[in-house]
């Protein structure tokens, strides 16, 4: 069997792997509006939230050419103009906080048409559903928002909710009903659980489409070659000078082969920490070297 073969099994192999928690997978499940919205529905029931008018998987966040360009996994707006940014994390990089004023700072770009203030009245409801417990309190579901420290009913009005779930807990127990769906995060099936199982259901029939399949092993296959032509960069050189500079060669040509397959600045990024064990920041740099 070639290398090629080798490679293209791998390939299909990781695509019947899917999750719910592979922000790929995550973002083709929540394209589907109902789901969607059943998921909104369950993170906030005293929203009564009614219609979902957009979602937007992988959405890139127009900004200025001297700005890092956020990348949501998925970005909706609610019949009541709110904006929610759903993201699925599965590594623990220990920055939180940092992303979510990250997405804080681009979240509330306007659409065309739209008055500044009547967009800043609704408020932004950023949730990351986290294969890890980032807070340690061994709770599913952790909220938060802007109150007065004495009078903790008076919101302050800015408009951020923040909602992390931890789909390590061992207790679901609760007044938020996703307990199916974060089981799915490690494939696990809750037949009582409506929403769950069509969410599972939904992950097969995608599993099965021919066209996503398709473009899920094409892009799998041009990653291995941008890390084969990274590695092969870094280990010539690395023979002549050293393995530290091979391998930061090899990183610098990883990084180049992904900007040339024009993924969006974040993807880049994730792919550098989850292939080389990168911090976000080593990451970035890579990122901005090689342009």
């Not at 919205?37 to 369950?42: C, G, I, M, P």
């Not at 296959?221 to 590695?231: N, Q």
């Amino acid at each position: 069997m070639s290398n090629r073969e080798q490679e293209m099994q791998a390939a299909a192999a990781k695509w019947e792997r899917l999750t719910l928690a592979d922000d790929r997978m995550f973002g083709m499940v929540m394209e589907d509006e109902q789901i969607c919205l059943e998921v909104l529905q369950r993170i906030s029931p005293e929203l009564k939230i009614k219609q979902v008018q957009q979602v937007a998987t992988q959405k890139q966040v127009n900004t200025s050419l001297d700005v890092k360009s956020p990348r949501f996994d998925v970005f909706v707006r609610d019949d009541q103009g709110r904006i929610y940014i759903l993201e699925m994390q599965v590594k623990n990089n220990h920055n939180l906080p940092f992303r979510v004023q990250y997405y804080l700072d681009h979240a509330d770009v306007l659409k065309p048409g739209d008055e500044y203030d009547e967009e800043h009245v609704n408020p932004i409801y950023i949730v990351f559903f986290c294969d890890f417990d980032y807070y340690e309190r061994g709770k599913m579901c952790y909220r938060f928002s802007l109150k007065e420290d004495d009078e903790p009913d008076l919101l302050a009005g800015v408009g951020l909710r923040l909602v992390v779930f931890n789909a390590k807990a061992k207790d679901f127990r609760g007044k938020i009903k996703l307990a199916g769906f974060l089981r799915l995060m490690h494939n696990e099936r809750t037949p009582e659980d409506e929403l769950a199982e069509r969410i599972y259901q939904k992950m097969e029939r995608i599993k099965h489409d021919p066209e996503r399949r398709e473009s899920f092993m094409k892009y799998e296959l041009d990653l291995m070659d941008a890390r084969k032509e990274g590695r092969d960069e870094g280990q010539a050189i690395g023979l002549k000078n050293g393995e530290a500079i091979g391998l930061k060669k090899g990183i610098t040509g990883t990084t180049k082969v992904l900007i040339g397959l024009k993924l969006d600045d974040e993807t880049v990024v994730h792919k550098l920490m989850d292939t080389y064990n990168l911090s976000s920041k080593e990451a970035w740099n890579y990122l901005e070297q090689a342009r």
